[in-house]
Structure formats: structure tokens, C-alpha cells
């Protein structure tokens, strides 16, 4: 008896060690008198590491439930001081969806830009604005839940393009604050020069997988509604209703295509302006133009990889010298640093169209929900 | 491939505090760090992988809702998540059903393996180790998936347990070497199957 107590000691001074990563035979050679009994024993033991899952499986679910958790931290931790709640509307709401979109209508309401369900829950949200008439909460509450939307898809580092509205609130260099969100400026996003602090705006930005918000374009509420009277001049929703760019998910940059390979041009080159590089990157790494090296502007259609192998250098190279952290993260009317300048330039990128396609997505590529990297509806 | 937690301690306990503070990061960095043990956990203890994923997520969307409450986590981050997880099982299957365990009869012997005992406990795949696992009582196996499978240290396991730490001593050594046994019958089949 008392033995037996002595070797459940020694068990579990062994598993211990074990557990801080010391091997089997290290802990045999500490109790030699009692090796031929422990050693079976732990053999045993350590089936149980056997009996793991595959990898792949444990990714595979963690991908899936990373959402759910993603959205629920994003409304029940505050991120900010000013709680949001979705209040009163909701019951009404899941009424009126189960009405038109049956279940669904429901499960998309947890879906973010770039999932499968988000069309239909942005359908859901103009209905509801119908139903509810001239009553100014349901159009708070949805703009709330559009923030919720943000920030979840910056607690998961995920890359997407998104859309909102609000008043600037902060405006410190590079660094705004729209509508609560912290909003990164760049040498590339319009409408910087004509905004004032305390202006609605309407912001499309990019979130990216530092977690960081990139605006691209900020227009002013009142200018692009006299340019472009919105299709439902009820008094009350002005703000029901966000023009395509910003109540959509744009698809990601377009994979490199075959056609589109892009040759070296040696006598084209251009001069180097701090103003006209590429964007600074929030954390503090500044892009310097490399000698020899010229400013691109990103044509519509151009992957970082085409550009890589069209000026001879490596994609990783490309990411370093422009402090850019996703390759996918790039956009049309971006300006990049290369080794040379790509020879079949296509037509300089159109000036920005603040407003234009209202209510649209007609004029572009659908989304293509861009399962590819979220992987978060795939069935088993 | 194994995956193992080892103590981190105060890098835990900093995670935890910004989880509190509202610091949605952190919760994704926590769901991160600790999702593969969770599920491994409840894997191990449920036959259906669909089952295991479904309890993971309710685990972590308790700890999101928890995180402002009384019942958030204070001291061991990890502990209360596998208590929660451990909590999440019994409710799953009721208090009064048992847990899925299997007999010998249902497993199928496999290809002729003479080595000697260890030689076997070492060849063994994931369905047989799961088999052999499943065969222990429902506390035999947790013990040894926390403490071998998870590296939690004895008064962790006996937090989550609920149970005294002597307990847990003699707990898993009879889980050890009632697994030998079970492994030892195993190995006699295959040599005579």
C-alpha cells in the first residue's frame, strides 16, 4: 500500500514532466528502481496524444466557429466607452425576416461582408427601413450595425472592403476618427482635402489583416447627395440607403491572368515625390524609393504577382519596400514603388467618381463572397 | 501531429485582463491560442466531430459573454475554459446517461502487430488509441487527456475536476494501468486474430 502511494507519486512527478516537455527515458533514469513498472505506464499515458485529431480537422472547425466568436465579441465586449446595443428593433425585425426570408433571412444576420448570407441580410435591412416607416431608429440601429461589421472583421484580421457613415470626429495627420472607428489616410484616398472636422462623410476603406482601417475614398454626405439625388427621396432616408461602393463587398484584387503580363520598359521612368510614393503603413515602416526604382500607379486588373514578374523581382520584395502587409491588398489608382516600370501601361486609372453607380453592383463583377479566405461556410 | 498547451502563465493572465478591459484583439487571441486544446478535449470525448465543434463554440461564446460577468475568469484562463468545456459535455449528455464508451467486442482487430507491449502502445493510430481511450470511464479519460493530452498540472486537473488533488493522484493512476490492460488485451487479440 504505502509502495503503491510511493510509484502514484512518482507517476505523477513524470507526467509533470512530461507536461514541460522532458522525455520518457529522462524520467525512467530518475527512478531507476522503478522503470519496468513506470514505463508501460507512461507509454500508456501518452496514447492519449494518439488519440488527437488530425490537424487539418481542428483548423478546419476553429475556421468555422472563428465568426461567431469574432461577432460576438464584437457586440458584447465594448470596444469603445459609447456601448452599442441592438435595442428595441430587434424583435420586430426577426418578425418581419422570418416573414420575407424565412430562416435564412435570420441566420444572415450574423454574416459580414464577403460571406455568402451578407446580400441577403443587406436586402432584409432596406425592407425593414420600408416597413418602418419614417422612424429615424431602425437606420441608427442598422449604421451600428455596419460598425459592429467593421470591427468584428478587424478582430479577425480579415480583408475586405467596407463601408460606412459618419462624422469626423478626430483629424490628427494621418490618423482620423470616423463614427468612432480609427480610420488610417493615405497619400491614395480621395476626398481628404475638401473634409472638415465634424462632417457626415461617407467612407469606403479597407480593412486588412493587421487590423487596421485604410480609407480610400471620403465624400462629404451633402455634396454627393446634391450631385446624386438618392432613388428614395423620403426626408427620413437619407441615411437608409449607402450607394453601391460603400453598402457592398467589393471582391478582392483579381488573380493574375494570363493575358496580362506586363514587359519591363528600361526608358520609361519617373521621379520620386514623398507625396506621390506609396502609402506609409500604420505601424511606422515608410516606403523609400530604392535608386533606380520608379512610381506606378496600379492599373485596374493588376495583381502584385504580375507586377513581381513583369519588373523581374519577387512579391516579398515588393511588400517590403512599399511596407504593405497582404499582397492582395492593393488597388486600382494606388501608387507603387518597382524596380522598372511595367512597358504596356494601359489608359491612366479614371479620376475618382465620389458617388458614382448609385444603388448599383450592376456595373461590377459580382461578389464573389470570396470564400477562398474564410473558409468559414464550409460544410464537412 | 500534437498539439500541446504549455503554461504560459503571465502572458495568459496579461490576455485576460485586456479580454476584460474590452479589448476584442485579445478575445480572438485567446480563441486562437485555445481552441485546438478545447476541441482536442471534447473530441477525444465525443465520437462525432460535428458534435465537438458545436460544444467548442458554445465554450467560447460563454467566455465572450462571461468576460464582463461575476463567473468570468479570474485567475486560470485555461482551467475555466476546460471546466466550462467539461461542464458543457455532462449537459450535453445529461446528468444521468453515460458518456459514449466502447466495449472490446466493437472493436475490429487490424493488421498482425507482434511486438512487444510498448512496440504496440507506440504503433498505435487514432482509431485504436481513441478505442483503447474510450473504453476508460468518462473521469479516467478526462484525467488523462488533461494531464497527458493537455499538460495541465495536477491542481489545475483537480479544479476542473472538482476533486480533491489526492484524488487526481490515484485517479489517473488507476487510468493508466487500467488502459495498459486494456491495451494488453487489445495487443493478445491481434496476435491471435
Redesign the interface.
Known amino acids: 500500500m504505502v509502495e503503491q502511494e510511493q510509484l502514484q507519486d512518482i507517476l505523477n512527478d513524470c507526467i509533470d514532466r512530461l507536461g514541460r516537455g522532458a522525455s520518457l527515458e529522462d524520467c525512467l533514469t530518475s527512478y531507476p528502481a522503478y522503470a519496468n513498472d513506470l514505463r508501460p505506464m507512461l507509454e500508456a499515458g501518452v496514447v492519449t496524444r494518439r488519440a488527437y485529431a488530425p490537424v487539418s480537422e481542428v483548423v478546419e472547425a476553429q475556421e468555422r466557429v472563428r465568426l461567431q466568436i469574432a461577432q460576438a465579441a464584437a457586440q458584447r465586449v465594448p470596444a469603445a466607452p459609447v456601448s452599442r446595443r441592438p435595442g428595441r428593433l430587434f424583435a420586430a425585425l426577426a418578425a418581419i425576416l422570418i416573414m420575407a426570408f424565412g430562416v435564412v433571412g435570420v441566420l444572415a444576420q450574423g454574416s459580414l461582408p464577403g460571406d455568402a448570407l451578407y446580400g441577403t441580410k443587406r436586402l432584409s435591412e432596406t425592407l425593414v427601413n420600408i416597413v418602418a416607416g419614417g422612424s429615424q431608429s431602425p437606420e441608427d440601429q442598422f449604421a451600428e450595425r455596419r460598425l459592429e461589421e467593421i470591427e468584428a472583421l478587424l478582430a479577425l484580421g480579415r480583408s475586405e472592403t467596407v463601408g460606412f457613415r459618419g462624422e469626423i470626429e478626430i483629424m490628427q495627420g494621418a490618423i482620423w476618427r470616423v463614427a468612432g472607428l480609427s480610420l488610417s489616410i493615405t497619400p491614395e484616398t480621395t476626398g481628404v482635402e475638401g473634409s472638415r472636422l465634424g462632417e457626415r462623410v461617407d467612407v469606403t476603406a479597407r480593412t486588412t489583416a493587421s487590423s487596421t482601417l485604410i480609407a480610400q475614398t471620403i465624400i462629404p454626405v451633402e455634396t454627393r447627395e446634391l450631385a446624386e439625388p438618392l432613388p428614395e427621396p423620403d426626408e427620413d432616408s437619407d441615411e437608409a440607403v449607402m450607394p453601391s461602393p460603400t453598402a457592398t463587398t467589393l471582391p478582392n484584387s483579381p488573380e493574375p491572368s494570363a493575358t496580362e503580363t506586363p514587359v519591363p520598359s528600361p526608358t520609361q521612368t519617373a521621379t520620386a515625390s514623398p507625396a506621390g510614393g506609396p502609402s506609409p503603413s500604420p505601424e511606422g515602416c515608410t516606403p523609400v524609393l530604392p535608386p533606380g526604382w520608379v512610381i506606378y500607379t496600379i492599373q485596374p486588373g493588376n495583381t502584385l504577382s504580375g507586377l513581381a514578374s513583369a519588373t523581374n523581382t519577387t512579391i516579398d520584395d515588393l511588400l517590403a519596400v512599399n511596407c504593405l502587409e497582404d499582397a492582395r491588398f492593393i488597388v486600382a489608382g494606388q501608387r507603387l514603388y518597382l524596380p522598372a516600370q511595367p512597358a504596356v501601361q494601359p489608359p491612366p486609372p479614371p479620376p475618382p467618381q465620389p458617388g458614382g453607380n448609385p444603388g448599383g453592383g450592376g456595373s461590377r463583377p459580382p461578389a464573389n463572397n470570396n470564400d477562398d479566405d474564410d473558409g468559414g461556410d464550409d460544410d464537412d | 501531429?500534437?498539439?500541446?498547451v504549455?503554461p504560459d502563465i503571465p502572458a495568459e493572465d496579461r490576455l485576460l485582463a485586456r479580454?476584460r478591459q474590452?479589448?476584442?484583439?485579445a478575445?480572438?487571441e485567446i480563441?486562437?491560442y485555445y481552441?485546438?486544446p478545447i476541441?482536442?478535449f471534447l473530441?477525444?470525448r465525443v465520437s462525432d466531430?460535428?458534435m465537438?465543434?458545436d460544444i467548442?463554440?458554445e465554450v467560447?461564446?460563454k467566455f465572450?459573454?462571461a468576460?464582463?460577468g461575476r463567473s468570468a475568469p479570474r485567475k486560470t484562463l485555461r482551467g475555466w475554459l476546460f471546466r466550462v468545456a467539461r461542464n458543457e459535455l455532462s449537459n450535453h449528455y445529461g446528468k444521468s446517461s453515460k458518456m459514449p464508451t466502447t466495449t472490446l467486442d466493437d472493436w475490429m482487430p487490424a493488421p498482425v502487430d507482434t511486438d512487444p507491449?510498448?512496440q504496440f502502445?507506440?504503433s498505435?493510430?487514432?482509431e485504436r488509441?481513441?478505442h483503447?481511450?474510450r473504453m476508460l470511464s468518462s473521469e479516467q479519460q478526462e484525467v488523462?487527456?488533461l494531464?497527458?493530452?493537455q499538460?495541465?498540472?495536477?491542481e489545475e486537473t483537480a479544479d476542473v475536476m472538482d476533486k480533491s488533488i489526492s484524488a487526481v493522484?490515484?485517479l489517473?493512476?488507476r487510468?493508466?494501468?487500467t488502459?495498459?490492460q486494456i491495451?494488453s488485451q487489445m495487443r493478445l487479440e491481434i496476435d491471435h486474430g
Not at chain 2, 501531429?1 to 500541446?4: A, Q, R, S
Open positions: 501531429m500534437i498539439v500541446l504549455l479580454a474590452g479589448d476584442q484583439q478575445v480572438m480563441y486562437e481552441f485546438p476541441y482536442q473530441r477525444l466531430a460535428q465537438a465543434e467548442a463554440s467560447f461564446l465572450v459573454n468576460l464582463q507491449e510498448v502502445m507506440r498505435l493510430n487514432i488509441s481513441r483503447a481511450l488523462l487527456v494531464r497527458f493530452g499538460a495541465l498540472s495536477l493522484k490515484s489517473q493512476f487510468a493508466v494501468n488502459l495498459r491495451l
